[in-house]
């Protein structure tokens, strides 16, 4: 199989705490066996480097980076293996055929990434499952959603070949109506682009491929359809090599080595929804088993058993904590659609500006027609009210009308060169621009820019609204659009911590000759930020006003702005004494 979702140590409890009981009661027993490492390789009994298959296109588990380098999780992991069990490794990536097939010709010494199965594992010897992967079905959005493989039947099914599901789906009948592919970034383009009914694909690399290729038009219909356990595998009997890795994967999770790994490559995405019957399956599948090793070990010695209920301690506390934090990925779960919802806002932003401009322009040349027309009448309006007096206009007698038709013509004027000027600042503000170049920009006009786009927020916000703008300021090097995406976010975020319109709001621009750099204060007389929460402002999802609808990302994205700029964002606040956000950005060297 290939794809994951969620190691055992974060999808089942039950099932991470009796496996690691496993490696940790009888790693010691399999370690009098082995030799002991030691710091060189010729220590640690293989006389060779270890060659470590892998698939060249899997991302994010493994795969060949720009440069065709191996990377991804299982990579980083077998490094850490390596590492601190003193073995020299050599990876060997291709397509996922040749390394299965390299694994039975002894080219390949290890796989480190092969789902179990039984069929595998009459030639195949697996170490404990490093992660727990959950198989999903791919649909494009037009298509009729189903539940379950069995609802596959008689449509048209794309498959990675040679995959765990691809020799799933041969079981269950599906044969002639498969498509089958040599990645699953290959399955995911050919539905993109209409060919086959359905996907079934890992849900993890099926969701990092949808976001990296911009596959709109791909969603899943069901997920978890099929649990998976992703082990380490050699070939039968090589048991010595397999105990290695085993003995290694378990002091990287006890150390916490293991989730840092986890949390790089894996721990943005979506955590998958956790049943009753999968921590029994998982549990059943390895509580029998284990339950026969502790026996044993009981009769071996008591001195291991003390040893043994040591470290299970320990691993509950662990796990324990792994629960609360797995508690508050799920409150963020939806925050991720939203945040995709959020990413199409340029093109809708670009419809409804051309439906805008479109009417606007008319009035824009047809109101300087009108004034030209009122002027050219207003001397035979005023002939004819001197001969017959007063008479109505407009259903407004002409002594008032006289005085307020050129107010209203004038207003007209200014207001739809308003719409056209927030129209354009919106369509800048919203159109993306992936180039990164930067130029000299004057910060100022950066500044104005964004406020006139939020103008109608503040106005709503605070009758006390102030703007200050620095004279002489230096030029800045940025792109002026991200900059103004910044400004934005801060502006809004003063706002929404107004607790009614009597508080204010006032922007500066200044230069700080100390530091070399110009900057922008956003300062507001809101209801501030406790002392804890300050340092967790930039961090993605983290939001103090989620009853209102925050998603916690403005600050963590124009953090990451500024930061590509060279700047930084430094936050100054108390709780009811308001808040203070400075920005700041390296003043642009000057040419000759």
């Known amino acids: 199989m290939r794809g994951g979702q969620e190691p055992p140590f974060r999808t089942a409890p039950l099932v991470s705490l009796l496996v690691l009981l496993f490696a940790f009661t009888l790693l010691p027993r399999l370690a009098a066996a082995v030799p002991v490492p030691a710091d060189t390789p010729e220590h640690t009994g293989f006389s060779r480097p270890v060659i470590v298959g892998g698939d060249r296109a899997y991302p994010p588990y493994e795969f060949l980076d720009r440069d065709g380098q191996p990377a991804g999780f299982n990579v980083d992991l077998t490094k850490a293996i390596a590492n601190v069990m003193g073995m020299r490794v050599e990876f060997r990536f291709g397509a996922w055929s040749e390394m299965r097939d390299g694994l039975q010709q002894r080219k390949v010494d290890i796989l480190q990434g092969l789902s179990y199965s039984e069929d595998r594992a009459r030639t195949i010897d697996f170490s404990p499952p490093h992660t727990i992967v959950n198989h999903a079905i791919f649909a494009r959005r037009d298509t009729p959603p189903v539940k379950t493989l069995d609802e596959l039947r008689g449509k048209r099914v794309i498959v990675f070949r040679d995959g765990i599901m691809h020799e799933r789906l041969k079981r269950m009948g599906f044969g002639p109506n498969l498509i089958l592919v040599p990645t699953p970034a290959e399955a995911m383009r050919l539905l993109a682009s209409g060919e086959g009914d359905y996907a079934v694909v890992a849900m993890l690399p099926g969701m990092y491929l949808i976001r990296e290729l911009h596959l709109t038009n791909v969603t899943p219909v069901a997920k978890s359809v099929v649990s998976e356990q992703y082990c380490y595998g050699v070939l039968k009997g090589n048991r010595e090599l ?220 605070t009758h006390r609204f102030s703007a200050a703008y620095g004279e002489g300021l230096p030029k800045v090097r940025g792109n002026g659009q991200r900059i103004e995406q910044v400004v934005v976010n801060l502006v809004l975020n003063a706002c929404q911590a107004l607790p009614g319109p009597d508080r204010g709001i006032a922007v500066a621009t200044g230069f700080n000759a100390d530091e070399n750099c110009v900057e922008v204060r956003v300062a507001d007389e809101g209801t501030g930020i406790a002392a804890e929460h300050l340092q967790q402002l930039t961090d993605p999802f983290f939001t103090t006003k989620r009853d209102t609808g925050g998603t916690g990302l403005g600050l963590s994205v124009s953090a990451g702005i500024v930061k590509e700029h060279g700047g930084y964002l430094r936050f100054a606040s108390a709780p009811g004494a308001g808040t203070t956000v400075t920005l700041s950005l390296p003043a642009a060297k000057e040419t000759t």
């Open 242 to 461: 397999l105990s290695r890795f085993t003995e290694g994967l378990a002091i990287l999770v006890k150390n916490g080595r293991y989730q840092e790994i986890y949390n790089r490559w894996l721990g943005v995405n979506e955590p998958p929804r956790i049943n009753k019957a999968l921590v029994v399956k998982y549990g059943l599948l390895v509580l029998v088993p284990l339950l026969l090793v502790l026996a044993g070990t009981v009769l071996w010695s008591r001195t291991l058993h003390r040893r043994v209920e040591a470290r299970t301690a320990e691993l509950a506390r662990e796990v324990a904590e792994r629960n609360r934090t797995l508690e508050e990925l799920r409150r963020h779960q939806d925050k991720l659609i939203q945040a995709d919802k959020m990413a199409s806002l340029g093109t809708l932003v670009s419809g409804v500006a051309h439906e805008i401009n479109n009417p606007n322009g008319l009035l824009l040349l047809d109101i300087p027609i009108l004034r030209r027309v009122h002027d050219d009448a207003a001397e035979l309006f005023e002939e004819h009210f001197r001969n017959h007096g007063d008479f109505m206009l407009g259903g407004v007698p002409y002594s008032e009308m006289r005085g307020e038709l050129p107010r209203i013509l004038q207003e007209m004027q200014d207001g739809a060169q308003r719409i056209k000027r927030i129209v354009n600042d919106l369509k800048d503000f919203a159109r993306r621009d992936d180039s990164g170049r930067l130029v000299p920009m004057d910060l100022n006009e950066t500044v104005r820019t964004a406020l006139r786009l939020v103008d109608p927020t503040i106005r709503a916000a």
